[in-house]
């Protein structure tokens, strides 16, 4: 293309829309419908039963715990929670689903009407994206296939892992805004306490539902529903590459039908899953009644939701007067946020404190290569080091030498200057 | 009411079930007359009633948490018609039908 | 000894295992020894698909140790035979299917797990109607049973082998499935008392599914302190089974011998009426005036949508079983027919496995769910659910305690019969209202036509079998004085 022709590629001319779908498996001890232990990383086949394994004459009974996590997530995403919701017979004909048929909460969910604020759009407005649905599920078989030999290898260990599914409306218009979502998403599950969170680990699994229309159009054109991306980057990527799909098609002319895509993160493409024409649902489980959560555990559910990060944020700001950018670090996590806290509590300054945390303390962690949940340096340490700090028995260096050997021996600071090795140059002595 | 044999083939296929020409035309004649005879059901004043699904349904009856699996008599793989290393090996062939798996219920 | 063991009521024999007069292994060598006779015969009953002689010696000898110590169960020492699609973990659990020959499953119903504890040996699984299918047990992989009190005609479905065992007299009682009829058909063909409880009221956990809403588990008895007693051992809330109701078991054999002064037994009138055969109308009217004679007061009922609940019941069936049977594909366990792709195994599978009544079914369902979804059979049939509820509760509200009719049009066809579609389409016409709304039934002998045996059925509101067994046992003792005692 020459200097002077400036075409305007498909994508410019089209917004792109995307509502995401994602997978949360749920920290229980014991299956969904079942009491098999949730440990999937056992030999295979050793957590499996008649009923996991959908033999003949099982029945399914459901997890109370189960109910609890994803009730606090709802409660969590600012969802209605339904006093009643149902579990349909799905079709499912695939090696991983033993029953022949999933168990959903398809046309009455657990919750619906939430909300999750992501960033701000300019100028200043919040970008929120809406949850439509949150519905109390099961995980599939593990399927491993075996390319030379037209086999795969099930492992049932994982089947019927309790799991939440989250179902956003199309309020998303980038690639940018879904990895944000996610990265909002999974803060805010770390802190409700219901899920290993981690994504790459086969924990969060995402479906990506993608179209395009014309600046302004406001009805929906059809979508691709893009399956089992399993990082933040396999979203991105999977995002733009069926954006640019849609708006060639689009700038062609030709149809575009809803479909559903396989997405291969390693080539970069996605493969049509052909559709069948088939019966799927054969109507609520004659097996299960309908889940009907009473009015009082609900309240008790809300009155024990966790503080949640936005909340806490605000109370940062408000509660310790933080700047914005300390409080973004001090809460990216639930347990840097206690630490902070537990620190600030005892020693009374709470911007010291956070100077600390967000500067020493974070610098040791790299250093030492430890989780903050195995660091050596109680908070209680921390703020007796710092109240020493503060009443001039150590100067800023000195102080910063003792925290250095505290993260290195889980000493207290009162030992490290009892000894006379340890105390550092200038510490003023007694009398 | 009435089933067509091209009716019975796609019911076949969605069921999993094989069923080849000469025997739908027959099993079309069949279901045609068990049809007929469900006609009646079309019939009856329903105006207003709640369909029922189950008998006396009183609420879900909820398990706690607890890791206390059903005991079997033998391990799952041993049931398996064929197993390899501890897993339940089965036939598949991504490139076919079988590419589905994961895909798990529409939203 | 010149006398049946069988023929010894089940405390007779229990009291005299706990005096040391008997032995359980007797009863469990007569009933074996009952059992060869009938399938040595030049006609073979062909009562059973699996029997175990070895098992239930091991069973009974281990119930002598046993006699010491733990408290003395109500079935003590009394052989039992198990329908074929209830799970048990010795014996082969085949539903009547080719796809289940060789399974065994590796746990056991909730319902054989409490009749064992309750001291009763499994000495055989009964042949039934492929998954439950079926009115005449012509339709099982493993052949067609045949009626021991009908020369040359069927044994009823679905599970006529347990209910002809009984009848044959190898054991005294038998459990199975009763999905539209599945336990009080045949128990009425072959002259048995037979039992479908209240929804919930005995676990579900193990019996195969067939149509999870409609499916019971059912019991067959000698008679109906046989039932009422096995009743008590089996039923109870079980956490396994999500319907499974939290009710109170009632002490049944109390309610046996009691008078029938205040009762009132409603007689269902049926619009579609004039298919039922004159001997079975006059053997049921006969019924009646016993009822009378024991001091009940006899009325008449019309529920308006009576003649609606099989077609309902067939719907609502055949669309439940293609979910339910949906699991059925080689994979993990039964049958496999191997290929190269998933989708291909399963359907080969199921194609060899699946017999053609069970085609027939998941196919009529499969259009019932699919495109023919539009004209909303399914919908309707489970409004008719809801007006049928309505129905016998209008009926039991109007001061009505029982109410009764035939179990089956007719008496047992002749074998040839069997697979006439319009003799097959009226057999559960009385029986599928109970399954629809889960109110309990009871079949029991009223007589017999040309020798052959007629049943009657006694339908009570929810939890109330108490109420069948009072009517039943009552009406038991007056036709055992009638014909000579």
Redesign the interface.
Same mark, same amino acid.
């Given at each position: 293309m020459s200097a002077t022709e400036v075409e305007p590629r498909p994508e410019e001319e089209f917004e792109l829309v995307v509502g995401l779908?994602i997978?949360v498996p749920l920290r229980?001890?014991?299956k969904l419908f079942? +009491?098999?232990?949730?440990r999937a990383a056992d030999?295979?086949?050793?957590?499996?039963?008649?009923?996991c @394994?959908?033999?003949? +004459?099982?029945?399914?009974? @459901?997890?109370?715990?189960?109910?609890e996590l994803a009730v606090r997530t709802a409660l969590g995403l600012d969802c209605v929670v339904h006093p009643v919701s149902v579990y349909e017979?799905?079709?499912? *004909?695939?090696? *991983?689903e033993?029953?022949?048929?999933?168990l959903?909460q398809?046309s009455r969910p657990l919750a619906s009407g939430g909300r999750l604020q992501i960033g701000r759009r300019e100028p200043g407005t919040p970008l929120e994206v809406r949850i439509a649905?949150v519905r109390l599920g099961e995980e +599939?078989a593990t399927?491993?296939?075996l390319r030379r030999d037209?086999?795969? @290898?099930?492992?049932?260990n994982r089947a019927g892992h309790p799991s939440v599914?989250l179902?956003t409306e199309p309020d998303m218009r980038s690639g940018a805004e879904a990895v944000a979502f996610l990265h909002v998403l999974r803060q805010l599950l770390a802190y409700l306490n219901v899920s290993e969170t981690a994504m790459d680990r086969g924990g969060i699994r995402v479906?990506a539902?993608v179209s395009a229309r014309g600046f302004g159009e406001t009805a929906l054109r059809p979508k691709s529903?893009v399956?089992?991306l399993r990082s933040a980057g396999a979203v991105a990527r999977a995002i733009s590459w069926t954006f640019s799909r849609h708006t060639s098609l689009h700038a062609s002319g030709a149809r575009v039908e809803h479909e559903?895509l396989?997405w291969d993160d390693v080539r970069g493409v996605g493969?049509v899953?052909?559709a069948?024409d088939?019966?799927?649902?054969?109507?609520? *489980?004659?097996? /299960?009644?309908? /889940?009907?959560l009473d009015s009082d555990w609900l309240d008790r559910m809300h009155r024990d939701l966790p503080e949640r990060p936005a909340e806490r944020r605000h109370r940062f700001l408000t509660e310790y007067r933080l700047a914005e950018r300390e409080v973004e670090v001090l809460t990216a996590s639930p347990g840097r946020a206690d630490y902070f806290e537990g620190v600030a509590r005892r020693h009374g300054d709470a911007p010291t404190a956070a100077r600390w945390v967000t500067g020493e303390v974070l610098t040791a962690l790299r250093r030492e290569r430890t989780p903050l949940g195995r660091f050596r340096v109680r908070p209680a340490d921390l703020a007796t080091l710092l109240n020493l700090l503060r009443d001039g028995v150590l100067s800023d260096e000195s102080a910063r030498e003792v925290f250095r050997i505290m993260a290195r021996t889980g000493q207290r600071p009162e030992q490290i200057l009892e000894r006379p090795s340890a105390s550092p140059p200038d510490a003023p002595r007694d009398g | 009411m009435r089933i067509t044999a091209d009716e019975v083939l796609s019911a076949a296929q969605s069921a999993a079930i094989h069923v080849d020409a000469p025997r739908a035309a027959t099993l079309a004649t069949e279901l045609t007359r068990c049809l007929e005879a469900l006609a009646p059901l079309l019939a009856f004043d329903a105006a207003g009633v709640e369909p029922a699904v189950a008998v006396g349904a009183v609420g879900m009856p909820l398990r706690a948490d607890e890791s206390e699996p059903i005991a079997m008599r033998e391990p799952a793989v041993a049931l398996a018609p064929h197993a390899r290393d501890g897993f339940i090996a089965v036939p598949y062939d991504p490139s076919s039908a079988d590419g589905e798996v994961g895909a798990g219920p529409q939203a | 000894m010149t006398e049946p063991e069988e023929a010894r009521r089940i405390v007779e024999f229990r009291d005299g295992v706990l005096v040391g007069e008997r032995a359980p292994q007797e009863a469990v060598a007569a009933a074996l020894t009952r059992m060869s006779h009938v399938a040595a015969e030049p006609d073979d009953l062909n009562l059973f698909i699996s029997v175990d002689a070895d098992a239930a010696g091991g069973c009974a000898r281990d119930l002598e140790v046993r006699l010491g110590d733990s408290e003395p169960g109500t079935l003590l020492g009394t052989p039992i035979v198990i329908g074929d699609n209830l799970a048990t973990s010795t014996l082969r659990t085949t539903c009547g299917s080719q796809m289940l020959a060789d399974y065994v499953s590796p746990y056991q119903a909730t319902a054989v797990q409490r009749v064992r504890a309750a001291g009763a040996i499994v000495v055989a699984k009964a042949n039934l109607d492929e998954f439950g299918m079926g009115v005449s047990t012509t339709r099982s992989a493993y052949g067609a049973t045949r009626n021991p009190a009908a020369p040359g005609r069927v044994s009823g479905g679905a599970n006529g082998g347990a209910a002809a065992a009984v009848a044959a007299g190898c054991v005294r009682v038998a459990l199975a499935s009763d999905t539209g009829g599945g336990v009080r058909h045949p128990a009425a063909l072959c002259g048995v008392v037979g039992l479908k409880p209240t929804y919930g009221r005995i676990s579900r956990f193990g019996l195969v599914a067939l149509a999870p809403s409609l499916d019971h588990v059912g019991i067959v008895g000698a008679t109906v302190e046989d039932v009422a007693l096995t009743l008590g051992a089996v039923a109870g809330h079980d956490p396994l089974d999500p319907t499974s109701a939290d009710v109170v078991v009632e002490m049944y054999v109390d309610a046996l011998g009691h008078s029938l002064r205040g009762t009132v037994v409603g007689v269902l009138r049926h619009r579609d009426d004039e298919a039922v055969q004159p001997a079975v109308r006059h053997l049921c009217d006969a019924a009646a005036e016993r009822f009378r004679r024991l001091g009940a007061e006899v009325r008449e009922v019309r529920p308006p949508h009576l003649h609606l609940a099989q077609p309902a019941y067939q719907v609502i069936a055949a669309c439940e079983a293609v979910s339910s049977l949906a699991r059925f594909d080689g994979s993990r366990f039964g049958a496999r027919v191997e290929a190269t792709s998933w989708r291909t195994m399963a359907e080969r599978s199921r194609s060899a496995g699946f017999g053609q009544e069970v085609v027939r079914r998941l196919l009529l369902g499969t259009h019932l769910l699919g495109v023919a979804r539009r004209e909303g059979l399914l919908r309707r049939a489970q409004q008719l659910r809801a007006l049928m509820a309505d129905d016998f509760r209008t009926a039991f509200a109007s001061g009505v305690h029982v109410l009764f009719s035939p179990t089956a049009p007719g008496v047992a066809c002749i074998s040839g019969e069997a697979e006439n579609p319009e003799v097959h389409a009226v057999q559960e016409r009385y029986t599928a209202a109970a399954n629809l709304i889960g109110v309990p039934a009871l079949s029991i002998p009223v007589g017999r036509a040309d020798g052959l045996p007629v049943g009657g059925q006694l339908i009570a509101p929810h939890f109330a079998e108490r109420t069948l067994f009072a009517v039943a046992s009552a009406h038991e003792r007056l036709l055992f004085e009638e014909l000579g005692g």
């Open positions: 779908e997978r229980t001890r014991s079942c +009491g098999c232990a949730t030999p295979p086949n050793v957590n499996a039963c008649p009923i @394994l959908a033999l003949p +004459g099982a029945l399914p009974v @459901l997890n109370l715990h189960a109910v017979r799905i079709r499912c *004909d695939a090696p *991983d033993p029953k022949g048929y999933s959903v398809r649905a +599939g399927v491993r296939h037209h086999t795969a @290898l099930l492992d049932f599914q179902v479906n539902h529903r399956l089992e559903t396989r493969t899953v052909p069948r088939e019966v799927r649902a054969f109507g609520p *489980d004659p097996d /299960l009644p309908p /889940l009907v | - | -």
